[in-house]
């Protein structure tokens, strides 16, 4: 009987998280269907409208949509691919190679985990001035094309993945660094690598600030700086923007299912090594 009532508040617990992840997504389809005086109302009106198409036809109307959405998708896949090369290879190296400084160099990449992002914008936007990328997009690729998070992650799973014995096997049939990377390391990391490029995906998506320091073209923009120029000095029509941000999201949403699966695993995997 404990453990049937047990399972039924488990089950409980899980369906009450899901219905608090999912009322934000639910709330957003609401205010995007709508209009904004409906959003205004009071008490606020829970129920969908008959505003969503007209509403995304203004999205369409004011805005480079679908240009903004290619830069946005060339941005997150480029960058993701990036941050998976580089970082698995720095974690891998990290993990099962011993090199004069390679604590002390781990360390700096650590201690940088405390630095805002917003103290690096004014330097990094000097450098990119200097190499003559401002306004392009790789002013936004090749600075994330690696992270501290992405190695420590990677390292942090590496460690306790790949067996020793493994890389002394292939050292023995002849293989140098790289073939050992790429015949041992990657399989046995692909899980860890599954969360590692969902993750940068998601963060090179939203991303908001750099793109909008760095973009000085309002034309050539990414889609999370195109959303905002919704909003208008005055005036500003929240049913629109809600319903260019429900537009924007759905790229998110098949990402994540695609790769759900591999994401929770990787979650539970990273708990467990912790």
């Known amino acids: 009987m404990t453990t049937r009532r047990a399972r039924v508040l488990t089950l409980v617990a899980l369906i009450v998280g899901a219905l608090i992840t999912l009322f934000p997504y639910y709330w957003l389809a609401v205010m995007a269907s709508n209009t904004t005086a409906d959003i205004y109302a009071t008490p606020p009106r829970l129920t969908f409208g008959g505003h969503l198409f007209a509403n995304i036809g203004e999205v369409f109307a004011k805005i480079d949509f679908f240009g903004s959405l290619l830069n946005t998708l060339i941005v997150a896949v480029v ?121 940068t995906f998601v963060n090179a998506w939203n991303d908001y600030l750099w793109p909008l320091v760095v973009l000085i073209d309002s034309n050539h923009v990414t889609l999370q700086v195109a959303l905002s120029q919704l909003q208008g000095v005055y005036v500003k029509d929240y049913s629109v923007v809600m319903a260019g941000t429900l537009v924007a999201i759905v790229p998110l949403i098949i990402v994540f299912l695609f790769g759900a699966r591999h994401f929770i695993r990787n979650i539970a995997a990273g708990a467990l090594k912790g």
């Open 79 to 199: 960058t993701t691919l990036l941050v998976l090369f580089f970082d698995s290879l720095a974690a891998f190296t990290f993990a099962k190679y011993d090199f004069p400084g390679s604590n002390v160099l781990f360390g700096i990449l650590l201690a940088t985990f405390v630095v805002p992002t917003q103290l690096s914008a004014i330097p990094q936007f000097t450098l990119m001035a200097n190499f003559g990328w401002v306004g392009d997009l790789k002013a936004l690729i090749i600075p994330a094309a690696a992270n501290a998070f992405g190695i420590f992650w990677m390292r942090q799973y590496a460690r306790g993945a790949i067996p020793d014995e493994l890389l002394e096997a292939a050292r023995v049939d002849g293989a140098g660094f790289f073939r050992t990377y790429l015949s041992v390391g990657l399989p046995v990391l692909r899980p860890a690598l599954a969360f590692l490029g969902i993750f």
